[in-house]
């Protein structure tokens, strides 16, 4: 089993289901373009994000890393009419390529994107008393998950989804020993998950285009 088969599958996947688009190609090309890393979500991922978003009915999604916009045109697809994706990201130059994408696939409106460190742009929507999302994926940097986790619960309502992407990181997660923050942050959010009433969880691995890695989903009950 390597790499090259998981990537050959998403790529036979894609073309088959998933299909193929240039608001969505065109997000991948001119985020490669300006030299952004190519860490997008897969084709067959965002797709994922977008069938599960539609099939709970979310018409306020939050997204924690939004990078050139490419999982945030996924998550938009599944938008209702009126409803409107809240996306947050540190660095201005993703923001400008991620607005362009979603100016480009007809999400101008739709979607907000908030410049900043997401976790005071998280306390600011809590402020804000924001009304609350349906639907959360959380795709920033690793070691804050279990601070936007806990941020996450306190945005959204009973019957929520909450999505926690690269949880999984080539089986790292199983790791106790491991000093990397990232691995802890992934772990410290399992410690969390697995003693909160709050919530019911799992965790799926998954190989593919991006690797071995893997995601979280919780639900708020
Ligand atoms: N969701 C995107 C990929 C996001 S990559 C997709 O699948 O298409 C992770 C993003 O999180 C990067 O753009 C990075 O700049 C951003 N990020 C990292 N640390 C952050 C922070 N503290 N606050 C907000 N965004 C952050
Ligand atoms: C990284 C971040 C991601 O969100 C991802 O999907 C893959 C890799 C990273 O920071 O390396
Ligand atoms: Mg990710």
Redesign the pocket.
Known sequence: MSDEIWSAVDEYITDGLVGHDEFLEGALER?AAAG??A???SAP??KLLSLLARAMGARRIL??????????IWLARALPRGGRVV?????EK?AAVARDNLRRAGFARRVEIRL????E?LDALIAESVKPFDFV?I???KP?IPDYYDRALHLTHSGSVIIV?NVVRDGKLADASSDDPNVQGVRKLHELLAHDPRVSATTIQTVGSKGYDGFTLALVT
Do not use: C, K, N, W
């Open positions: 985020s952004l890393p860490i997008s979500v991922q965002g997204e924690i890393g939004t990078l050139g916009g490419y999982s945030t996306t947050l990201e540190l660095e993703h900043g460190p997401a976790l742009t994926f795709d920033a940097d804050r992407d």
